[in-house]
Nanobody, 124 residues
Framework: QVQLVESGGGLVQAGGSLRLSCAAS????????MGWFRQAPGKEREFVTT????????DVADSVKGRFTISRDNAKNTVYLQMNSLKPEDTAVYYC?????????????????WGQGTQVTVSS
């Protein structure tokens, strides 16, 4: 069992930065790939970025490439999402997820556990 708690969301002006954190409980965190997804009002949940179990591989959606960076600290059971150059279209609820796999995945169905989400709002 893995429980995930996101934090760090909030209101920021366009061009600004935020860092989201996702703290995980349970002993299997370090053997799981982790991902960030987001869902904007009226839209489907979409993949943002993912990182492999040891941090050796990452994958990023084209819409955030060059602006968002995922990282993890297995000693702290925490995964991070650094978001720079934020745009109004980045406004969404951001979800952290723990995969059933070691390697990266863009597909939500490969993730077993999800956090409750944290709101990110970017004003123009």
């Amino acid at each position: 069992q893995v429980q995930l708690v996101e934090s760090g969301g909030g209101l920021v002006q366009a061009g600004g930065s935020l860092r989201l954190s996702c703290a995980a409980s349970g002993r299997t965190f370090s053997s799981r790939a982790m991902g960030w997804f987001r869902q904007a009002p009226g839209k489907e949940r979409e993949f943002v970025t993912t990182i492999s179990w040891n941090g050796g591989n990452t994958d990023v959606a084209d819409s955030v490439k060059g602006r968002f960076t995922i990282s993890r600290d297995n000693a702290k059971n925490t995964v991070y999402l650094q978001m720079n150059s934020l745009k109004p279209e980045d406004t969404a609820v951001y979800y952290c997820a723990a995969s059933s796999r070691y390697g990266t995945s863009r597909h939500a169905e490969t993730y077993d556990y999800w956090g409750q989400g944290t709101q990110v709002t970017v004003s123009s």
